[in-house]
């Protein structure tokens, strides 16, 4: 079974910085589509990075220049470097994997979160 823990939230003030980790166990990292989600109080989930198998990356306007995801395979983890926070950040962050190759082709999993609050 795939797993996927976040750590790394906490509070931060506008136009600082904060890590934010996933580790995956139960599986190769090298097959899934990694992304990181985020979700403030009511509103919906939100895409904030992603990078395939093959390591090209994605962000929405909302984050391009200020956000940067990475990946080590050999390690198993995902990392989300934030920078120039803003409060409208404040989110709890979700790692997501998404199986590209069988046998976890199409198969989402999620980790449990982790909140970031950026406030002064």
């Known amino acids: 079974q795939v797993q996927l823990v976040e750590s790394g939230g906490g509070l931060v003030q506008p136009g600082g910085s904060l890590r934010l980790s996933c580790a995956v166990s139960g599986s190769i990292l090298s097959i899934f589509r990694m992304g990181w989600y985020r979700q403030a109080p009511e509103k919906q989930r939100e895409l904030v990075a992603d990078?395939?198998?093959?390591?090209?990356?994605n962000y929405p306007d909302s984050v391009k220049g200020r956000f940067t995801i990475s990946r080590d395979n050999a390690k198993g983890t995902v990392t989300l470097q934030m920078n120039s926070l803003k409060p409208e950040d404040t989110a709890v962050y979700y790692c997501?994997?998404?199986?590209?190759?069988?046998?976890?082709?199409?198969?989402?999993?999620w980790g449990k979160g982790t909140l970031v609050t950026v406030s002064s």
């Open positions: 997501n994997a998404l199986g590209e190759s069988p046998p976890f082709y199409g198969m989402h999993y």
């Open positions: 990078i395939t198998s093959g390591s090209t990356t």
